[in-house]
């Protein structure tokens, strides 16, 4: 299948590990040109190394701490003055940390949000003139599955992912009139090295082995694992490709069947 993102430009941000690596290096198979962000340079720099082995036909590498308006507006500028237009932007930077609720302070509350809500909507926000100049583009937001699946010591992450999810939709019916469209991925569990530090922590605090944990994590899900970085990438690289050409507004979960609610 064509998927026809040979030459596009595509702006990742979170792309230095995880599921922002995977889909860089998922983008650069298919042929894009990359702009690839995160806080971390040397990271990146190591992200960048392998989305070229992948077949990239040129990758930017943007140190940002996308928390931040001017840093986001600064990334943006540098990609299109660097490739001179921006067809696909992935939202996925940000990781919102958990806990108790009558625990977690404010600033923790203020600081998760400016990276993962304030910094996707912001992205979009300076993103979406160049999309609409050129006469249409892709946006994807990586949006956990949180969103559905409230839980206590999570509400922080469960709030910001479900308003991601509105803004989704709300952003889709903007930008369908200037052939913008915009889509979202709410992976579950990702074998990630995020996840296996979680469940390292987890297993020292029960005074249990980590693979127990792995195992016993992994056993709720009826595929009998977790998902890979490559599982969501492979979604993102054909939701932003020509060939999801009618699908917008819409939130696909990436979960191995493990949610049991009937919501796509």
């Keep these: 299948m064509n998927l026809e993102l040979r030459?596009?430009?595509?702006?990742?941000?979170?792309?230095?590990?995880?599921?922002?690596?995977?889909?860089?290096?998922?983008?650069?198979?298919?042929?894009?040109?990359?702009?690839?962000?995160?806080?971390?340079?040397?990271?990146?720099?190591t992200a960048a190394s392998a989305a070229k082995s992948a077949g990239a036909q040129d990758v930017a590498v943007l140190a940002a701490d996308l928390s931040r308006l001017d840093e986001v507006e600064r990334v943006v500028n540098a990609t299109v003055d660097r490739f001179g237009r921006i067809d696909v932007l992935v939202n996925n930077a940000g990781a919102i940390?958990?806990?108790?609720?009558?625990?977690?302070?404010?600033?923790?509350?203020?600081?998760?949000?400016?990276?993962?809500?304030l910094g996707y909507i912001r992205m979009a926000r300076a993103v979406f003139p160049v999309m609409q100049r050129q006469g249409g583009g892709r946006i994807c937001n990586v949006v956990g599955a949180a969103a559905r699946n409230p839980t206590p010591t999570y509400l922080t992450g469960g709030a910001a992912n479900a308003a991601l999810v509105n803004f989704t939709?709300?952003?889709?019916?903007?930008?369908?009139?200037?052939?913008?469209?915009?889509?979202?991925?709410s992976p579950a569990a990702t074998r990630t090295s995020r996840w296996d530090a979680l469940m390292?922590?987890?297993?020292?605090?029960?005074?249990?082995?980590?693979?127990?944990?792995?195992?016993?994590?992994?056993?709720?899900?009826?595929?009998?694992?977790?998902g890979r970085p490559e599982d969501v990438a492979d979604l993102v690289c054909f939701l932003v490709s020509a060939r999801a050409s009618f699908l917008t507004g819409t939130c696909i979960t990436v979960d191995g069947g493990s949610s049991r609610g009937v919501y796509p």
Aim: glycine residues 14%.
């Design 200 to 226: 390292a922590q987890q297993a020292a605090a029960s005074g249990r082995s980590a693979d127990e944990m792995i195992a016993e994590a992994e056993r709720a899900y009826p595929l009998g694992r977790i």
């Design 97 to 117: 940390r958990g806990g108790d609720f009558l625990k977690i302070p404010d600033q923790q509350w203020i600081d998760d949000w400016s990276l993962k809500l």
């Design 169 to 185: 939709k709300g952003l889709a019916d903007l930008g369908a009139r200037s052939g913008i469209l915009v889509t979202a991925v």
């Design 7 to 45: 030459g596009k430009v595509a702006l990742v941000t979170g792309a230095s590990r995880g599921i922002g690596r995977a889909i860089a290096i998922g983008l650069a198979g298919e042929g894009a040109r990359l702009a690839l962000t995160a806080r971390t340079a040397a990271d990146l720099d």
